[in-house]
């Protein structure tokens, strides 16, 4: 590359960086949670950027082994002092009120706050996120400092919110490609004023969403914007007929902090977007972590329950929990950066260029190893040295063609060159013992 178009690259990625971080920061503010205006606020925020069909699921539907619950909305929440004073104000941070909180309106002594106060004692400054979607309670976040300096007097609590019959919103996007087979990326749109968590997924999968939009496409690309379990949860319940066209699946979040980049397989363990995802970090890092299918974590738990087990990894850079800032306000607009943001968003970007230019062969003579040396294709005289790589490139190409695996993945089982795999199958497919697919 020449140094004008090192620069031109360079730049051009430090934009994308800001235009993420842009679109966090205008998404920031919001107070979302798995239902209410708060989501449908963040998709209309989108929908700027990439055109989302917006849905809406009455609230009492059942979905699988799950009901959409009712719809949260909350105006206004603060807890006053006796002289008046607001100590807690939503309005200042969002993440100060248990979300779904039931509306209260009560004054109340010390102890009778405290039972619905909760703090990080480990991280003093910080406020917790916390939620209650499914047991009806109030409650409010606070730093544990704050905490400490509360006194023995009466407390004025207001929670203006309401909790009744509604509907689960969520957004859809497909981008067609010349195949009805799908690559299905899917993020959580749920939470609160936090930044790694859901705010650098939904703003990485908005973004390569518009990258695809421009192109042309083998697959197509369906984007999920919904909220985490239930939303997952609803979509599968109401879409099952679509399902046997996916293909591919990531689950995306945790993309803007600065460390090293984590994926972790589908419950096939051994999906091609699996292997496809290891090798494009393997070829751009020498640090990254894999990790093997657990049955907790993001929407990957749904999408890989055994009744669909389909292929869908998760990719992220420090996996959930495993951060002190996580579901806490330190994860704010200072915890991503730009240039983390826009990493994600190119190591994507090269993923779906590999699933986009997969070439795959099968085998039409799979039982046994058929006769080469009938069809001139392998040396007449046995018992020479067996590790010709030609030769080897026809076998490695006969026994793993079988529909899953790919001639890249052939290439890295093999450790043949790609021109000699590819000369191996083309003679494979003259005789008829391979096939395009
Ligand atoms: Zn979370």
Redesign the pocket.
Request: hydrophobic share 35%; aromatic share 10%.
């Given at each position: 590359m020449t140094n004008a178009a090192e620069t031109r690259e360079s730049i051009g990625k430090k934009n994308l960086g800001k235009d993420l971080y842009g679109l966090i920061e205008r998404l920031y503010p919001i107070c979302r949670s798995i239902t209410g205006n708060g989501v449908r606020e963040t998709l209309k925020i989108i929908n700027e950027y990439v055109a989302i069909q917006v849905n809406e699921v009455p609230s009492g539907k059942q979905v699988f082994d799950w009901t959409i619950p009712d719809e949260w909305n909350i105006a206004d929440a603060y807890i006053k002092n006796e002289k008046g004073e607001k100590i807690v104000d939503f309005k200042q941070l969002n993440l100060h009120v248990l979300n779904y909180s039931v509306p209260v309106n009560e004054t109340m002594d010390l102890e009778a706050l405290k039972k619905h106060l909760f703090t990080i004692p480990e991280h003093p400054d910080w406020i917790p996120y916390r939620t209650s979607y499914h047991n009806r309670n109030w409650g409010f976040c606070i730093s544990h400092n704050q905490f400490l300096q509360l006194k023995e007097e009466m407390y004025e609590v207001r929670i203006d919110a309401t909790l009744q019959p509604g509907s689960l919103t969520y957004g859809e996007c497909l981008i067609r490609g010349q195949s009805d087979e799908e690559v299905i990326i899917s993020t959580h749109i749920c939470?609160p004023s936090?930044c790694n968590?859901?705010l650098s997924g939904i703003a990485v999968a908005t973004f390569l969403a518009r990258q695809l939009e421009k192109r042309d496409l083998k697959y197509s690309y369906r984007f999920l914007f919904i909220p985490?379990t239930i939303g997952s949860i609803t979509w599968l319940s109401l879409n099952e007929r679509k399902i046997k066209n996916i293909r591919h699946g990531i689950v995306l979040n945790l993309l803007g902090d600065k460390t090293k980049f984590h994926y972790k397989k589908s419950r096939r363990g051994n999906a091609e977007i699996d292997r496809i995802i290891t090798r494009q970090l393997k070829h751009r890092y020498e640090d990254f972590g894999i990790i093997d299918f657990y049955p907790y974590g993001y929407d990957e738990r749904q999408f890989c329950s055994p009744g669909f087990n389909l292929p869908v990894g998760r990719l992220s850079r420090t996996p959930?929990g495993e951060f002190p800032e996580?579901?806490t306000s330190a994860d704010n607009l200072d915890f991503v950066m730009p240039e983390h943001l826009a990493e994600s968003l190119d190591l994507l970007l090269s993923v779906v260029e590999e699933i986009e230019s997969s070439e795959k062969f099968l085998n039409l003579s799979p039982k046994c190893e058929p006769q080469l040396g009938k069809r001139g294709l392998f040396k007449q005289i046995g018992g020479q040295s067996e590790t010709k790589d030609y030769q080897m490139a026809l076998l490695w190409n006969l026994n793993l063609s079988d529909g899953e695996h790919s001639l890249k993945d052939i290439e890295e089982r093999s450790g043949l060159d790609m021109a000699i795999l590819k000369d191996a199958a083309e003679a494979l497919c003259k005789v008829n013992l391979l096939k395009k697919i």
């Amino acid at each position: 590359m020449t140094n004008a178009a090192e620069t031109r690259e360079s730049i051009g990625k430090k934009n994308l960086g800001k235009d993420l971080y842009g679109l966090i920061e205008r998404l920031y503010p919001i107070c979302r949670s798995i239902t209410g205006n708060g989501v449908r606020e963040t998709l209309k925020i989108i929908n700027e950027y990439v055109a989302i069909q917006v849905n809406e699921v009455p609230s009492g539907k059942q979905v699988f082994d799950w009901t959409i619950p009712d719809e949260w909305n909350i105006a206004d929440a603060y807890i006053k002092n006796e002289k008046g004073e607001k100590i807690v104000d939503f309005k200042q941070l969002n993440l100060h009120v248990l979300n779904y909180s039931v509306p209260v309106n009560e004054t109340m002594d010390l102890e009778a706050l405290k039972k619905h106060l909760f703090t990080i004692p480990e991280h003093p400054d910080w406020i917790p996120y916390r939620t209650s979607y499914h047991n009806r309670n109030w409650g409010f976040c606070i730093s544990h400092n704050q905490f400490l300096q509360l006194k023995e007097e009466m407390y004025e609590v207001r929670i203006d919110a309401t909790l009744q019959p509604g509907s689960l919103t969520y957004g859809e996007c497909l981008i067609r490609g010349q195949s009805d087979e799908e690559v299905i990326i899917s993020t959580h749109i749920c939470h609160p004023s936090m930044c790694n968590d859901n705010l650098s997924g939904i703003a990485v999968a908005t973004f390569l969403a518009r990258q695809l939009e421009k192109r042309d496409l083998k697959y197509s690309y369906r984007f999920l914007f919904i909220p985490g379990t239930i939303g997952s949860i609803t979509w599968l319940s109401l879409n099952e007929r679509k399902i046997k066209n996916i293909r591919h699946g990531i689950v995306l979040n945790l993309l803007g902090d600065k460390t090293k980049f984590h994926y972790k397989k589908s419950r096939r363990g051994n999906a091609e977007i699996d292997r496809i995802i290891t090798r494009q970090l393997k070829h751009r890092y020498e640090d990254f972590g894999i990790i093997d299918f657990y049955p907790y974590g993001y929407d990957e738990r749904q999408f890989c329950s055994p009744g669909f087990n389909l292929p869908v990894g998760r990719l992220s850079r420090t996996p959930h929990g495993e951060f002190p800032e996580y579901h806490t306000s330190a994860d704010n607009l200072d915890f991503v950066m730009p240039e983390h943001l826009a990493e994600s968003l190119d190591l994507l970007l090269s993923v779906v260029e590999e699933i986009e230019s997969s070439e795959k062969f099968l085998n039409l003579s799979p039982k046994c190893e058929p006769q080469l040396g009938k069809r001139g294709l392998f040396k007449q005289i046995g018992g020479q040295s067996e590790t010709k790589d030609y030769q080897m490139a026809l076998l490695w190409n006969l026994n793993l063609s079988d529909g899953e695996h790919s001639l890249k993945d052939i290439e890295e089982r093999s450790g043949l060159d790609m021109a000699i795999l590819k000369d191996a199958a083309e003679a494979l497919c003259k005789v008829n013992l391979l096939k395009k697919i």
